[in-house]
């Protein structure tokens, strides 16, 4: 059973930035890769970012490129989802999950077995 726990989320207006932050706790997060996920009421959760173990391969949606970025702060055993110029239509609650099943690609919740609480992010005026 892996624990993680997300953070940074918030109420920002439109163009505004914020960075969420997963952190594993008990255990090394640097040894699964890790997604981001978006829901939002009525929505069906939806992969927002990657990154493997290394660091090393990431993944954006497509909505995203140029806006977020992923990356590793294995010093603070956590992996942040930088997120600029934010749009009202990503509004949501962001999930942190780490990869534990094969067969699925990087975007498909059905490969991630642990999952954290989540951290509601708000775009609006």
């Known amino acids: 059973q892996l624990t993680l726990v997300e953070s940074g989320g918030g109420s920002v207006q439109p163009g505004e930035s914020l960075t969420l932050s997963c952190t594993g706790s008990?255990?090394?997060?640097?040894?699964?890769?890790i997604g981001w996920f978006r829901q939002a009421p009525g929505k069906e959760r939806e992969g927002v970012s990657y990154?493997?173990?290394?660091?090393?391969?990431?993944r954006v949606a497509d909505s995203v490129r140029g806006r977020f970025t992923i990356a590793r702060d294995n010093a603070r055993n956590s992996v942040t989802l930088q997120m600029d110029n934010l749009k009202p239509e990503e509004t949501g609650v962001y999930y942190c999950?780490?990869?534990?099943?094969?067969?699925?690609?990087?975007?498909?919740?059905?490969?991630?077995?642990?999952w954290g609480q989540g951290t509601q992010v708000d775009v609006s005026l």
């Open positions: 990154i493997d173990r290394s660091g090393g391969f990431t």
């Open positions: 008990g255990f090394a997060l640097d040894g699964y890769s």
């Open positions: 999950a780490a990869l534990t099943w094969n067969g699925f690609g990087w975007n498909d919740p059905r490969g991630y077995g642990d």
